[in-house]
């Protein structure tokens, strides 16, 4: 995740594949299917912990949580606590949210460096209202809009508009799938201040980016 105004590397998101080549997203449906939800993300986030120790000091690290894990936050804070760096908790919004009230509590409780994001807004999964009750410190542009924005008036519209939302409820924006210079110059241009995506780098072990950072 990178400042678009200067290329600084300022994040790593950690993600979660599998040997098997399954969908991370089934395998974690799978497992709360059979009442193992739980012990997958809670293993998942402590191994993706683990793995940041070895990521550039000064960054943070963006970790993807359901928000039923907040359902235990003694249990996620021992996870959390291990962290040597900053925190980006990303609360995937693809359940809903009965309590917005106890998750900002659950978050609370959670203390340390721990800020919240939300992914996927302009993509009709992220609403307003979810935002706006969650409170967030990042909010994620998706793909949908960020794909060929430097051609498309339309998105660049939408963009403004996340712009000037984000701006009024206290949050920052980071565009999700940037794979061009274009799209990176028009990004900026248009207030988005962090993004990610192919133009930067592509997923690899923790150790590929280590080493990187050393050349």
């Not at 550039?56 to 993807?64: E, R």
């Not at 110059?185 to 150790?207: N, S």
Request: with cysteine; charged share 25%; proline share 4%.
């Amino acid at each position: 995740i990178v400042d678009l105004a200067t290329g600084e590397t300022m994040g790593y998101e950690a993600l979660t594949r599998f040997d098997s080549g399954q969908r991370p997203d089934l395998c974690f449906a799978d497992a709360w299917s059979v009442g193992l939800g739980p012990e997958l993300e809670f293993a998942t986030l402590e191994a993706a912990v683990a793995a940041g120790k070895k990521l550039p000091a000064g960054t943070w690290l963006d970790l993807n949580a359901s928000p039923r894990l907040l359902a235990d936050p003694g249990r996620l804070r021992e996870i959390l606590w291990t962290a040597d760096r900053a925190l980006v908790l990303e609360v995937t919004e693809h359940e809903l949210i009965s309590d917005y009230d106890a998750l900002r509590a659950a978050v609370r409780e959670l203390g340390h460096d721990i800020r919240l994001a939300v992914d996927d807004a302009g993509a009709g999964i992220a609403n307003f209202g979810h935002i706006i009750e969650l409170r967030p410190d990042f909010v994620k542009l998706d793909i949908s809009l960020v794909r060929r924005v430097n051609a498309h008036l339309g998105r660049q519209a939408m963009v403004v508009g996340m712009r000037h939302f984000s701006l009024t409820v206290g949050c920052r924006l980071i565009a999700e799938g940037v794979e061009t210079v274009e799209e990176a110059r028009t990004l900026t241009a248009l207030g988005v201040e962090f993004g990610q995506g192919y133009l930067f780098g592509h997923p690899e072990p923790v150790e590929v980016w280590a080493a990187s950072a050393l050349a």
